[in-house]
């Protein structure tokens, strides 16, 4: 039995068989790091942003597409790809660029397209493009957002350069296009703990997030959070403190949503820190084993949406 929603499943629910996604990397930057919302970004975040598996920006997005591709379809067998816009804010350039790169990716077999960005970052006119790429090439679209954090103290902490009222916005507007939206969360920060990881899943269902990625905490080396790390500014919580929070938090969420991880992952040479020297598969084992011994399903305490939450009189 599944304890939680898999994205995996969700995806084969959704176009029949197995899909991949394939990262696609631009040449941007993001408003947190150029200036112009701030300078320096996250104080996570590295010089290569998030995109530790894509290939080199300077090539045509068809040829990132293609030459990936050609590997899954030999490796996998693979027929059915996600476009994955991954790499710093795909919503930071002027609209026509927007455009072309999203039509050069609608190439066949590529039945969605994901583009990730900041939630400060949205906006109808990006939003309208999508829903043309939608219509004219017949794909789905999906947007995900960056969040790591609903605690606006440890949004300023970390240097997100945005709040959670930016946020709400950007999901409510995604939504009226019809898009699936995605978060990613860090649920191991600092500053945040149980109760702030519960009531983060609880308003992630209130909105009506289809997807999440939950990443565990990874510290590179060469950012401000790195030398914080160094200096013993923190601490990271344990291994235990964290499967708990996870467990939690799958409890909490309402069960359609998909899970597209549990994990953060880095690769070690570029990390101070990274998922307590544990493999990420065998954390994971830790959490499903914990969700199995409590006996603990999604969903299992949602039941505060659609007015669930009135006990009397009803
Ligand atoms: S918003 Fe994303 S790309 Fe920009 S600094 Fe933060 S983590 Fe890095």
């Known amino acids: ?11 084969k629910d959704l176009y029949g068989e197995k899909v991949y996604k394939i990262p696609v990397n631009l040449p941007l930057t993001c ?24 290939l080199d920006n300077d090539l045509s997005v068809r040829t990132q597409l293609e030459t990936n591709i050609e590997k899954m379809t ?47 970052c949205i906006n109808d006119a990006y939003l309208e493009i999508l829903k043309d790429i939608e219509s ?25 350069g945005h709040s959670l009222a930016e946020f709400i916005d950007a999901v409510m507007r995604i939504k009226k296009y019809g898009f699936k939206v995605g978060v ?20 992630m269902s209130a909105l009506d997030i289809d997807l999440i990625k ?30 708990d929070k996870v467990v939690s938090f799958i409890s909490y969420t309402q069960s359609k949503v998909a899970f597209q991880r549990l994990l953060g992952r880095a690769p070690k040479e570029e990390t101070l820190f990274c998922n307590w020297n544990m493999s990420w598969w065998k954390i994971q084992d830790m959490i499903e084993m914990k969700l199995e011994n409590s006996n603990i399903v999604q969903g299992d305490h949602c039941d505060y949406l659609n007015g669930k939450a009135v006990k009397k009189f009803i």
């Open 1 to 11: 039995m599944e304890r939680y929603n898999k994205y995996s499943s969700y995806l």
């Open 136 to 160: 004219r090439f017949s794909v789905n679209i999906s947007v995900e957002l960056g969040l790591q954090s609903m605690d606006h103290k440890t949004l300023s902490q970390i240097n997100r």
């Open 31 to 54: 408003p947190n790091r150029d200036g112009e919302v701030a300078h320096g970004g996250c104080t996570f975040c590295g010089e290569v942003a998030t995109g530790f598996e894509a």
């Open 214 to 243: 939950i990443h565990s905490l990874y510290i590179l080396k060469n950012t401000k959070m790195g030398d914080d790390y160094l200096n013993n500014a923190f601490t990271v919580e344990s291994v235990d403190s964290y499967v």
């Open 74 to 120: 030999k490796r996998y067998k693979a027929k059915k790809y996600i476009a994955y816009f991954q790499n710093f804010t795909n919503t930071y350039l002027p609209l026509n660029e927007f455009k072309t790169y999203l039509e050069e990716a609608c190439i066949e077999d590529v039945v969605e397209i994901c583009i990730s960005s900041r939630p400060d």
């Open 184 to 203: 990613h969360l860090i649920l191991n920060l600092p500053w945040d703990d149980l109760e702030d990881t519960i009531e983060t899943a609880k308003v």
